[in-house]
């Protein structure tokens, strides 16, 4: 059965710390990783991660797929409060099927 | 161009009733999704369609029925409504990139 598991499944942390999420997956048929934030309504694009090794980078945020170890991490440097949000991560198989986890909520502290 | 346009956003159903949440997107995306959402449980898929006339099931697809008649509507009809059926409910379309999402119905059944 195709999966999704997100670590931590919560975190808090001040304001300047860096944070790791980890998102690991079981997938027959694996297309693409996506990482997803969800503030208080729908969930936004982040990344899309398709091939290994190559970090996506978008300000603070970085991402990188290891394919081999099926896993992708998501960086935050120098967080912010406007960070605090539950982070998801899903895999694409190649039906366009969109699995998610269950997301990791980050607290940032002032 | 509007996206992915959720209807209503806010629903309250008594047992037993029917009821039909409309989604319609204008993007021409050929894959679109049914999610619901419950408190720590991430995103599950109830039901997806990768093209007109073409349905599948998800993780979670009881009590629930869709159809795909037109590339740009998706609905999504509770057939029989159950307190259990209390969740959010997203509404997603893509082509295999990343999937663009509605803002979501806050459904109640008491």
């Known amino acids: 059965e195709d999966k999704v598991v997100q670590s931590p499944l919560s975190l808090v942390v001040h304001e300047g710390d860096t944070v790791t999420l980890n998102c690991s997956y079981e997938v027959t048929n694996f297309r693409s990783l996506l990482w997803y934030k969800q503030e208080k309504k729908a969930p936004t694009f982040l990344f899309m991660l398709?091939?290994?090794?190559i970090e996506k980078k978008s300000g603070r945020l970085s991402s990188i797929l290891d394919k081999k170890e099926l896993f992708s991490i998501l960086n935050i440097t120098a967080t912010q409060t406007g960070d605090s949000a539950v982070y998801l991560c899903?895999?694409?198989?190649?039906?366009?099927?969109?699995?998610f986890g269950t997301g990791t909520r980050l607290k940032v502290l002032a | 161009n509007a996206g992915v346009t959720q209807t209503p956003k806010f629903q309250v159903l008594k047992t037993g009733q029917s009821m039909t949440l409309q989604c319609a997107q204008d993007m021409n995306h050929e894959y679109m999704s049914w999610y619901r959402q419950d408190p720590g449980m991430g995103l599950r898929l109830i039901h997806y369609s990768v093209g007109a006339g073409i349905t599948d099931q998800g993780e979670v697809p009881n009590g629930y029925n869709v159809s795909r008649s037109t590339t740009e509507d998706f609905p999504l009809r509770l057939l029989s409504a159950a307190p259990s059926q209390t969740s959010v409910y997203f509404c997603a379309g893509g082509r295999g990139t990343e999937a663009f999402f509605g803002q979501g119905t806050r459904l109640t059944v008491v």
């Open positions: 899903a895999f694409t198989s190649g039906t366009y099927k969109y699995i």
């Open positions: 398709t091939s290994s090794g």
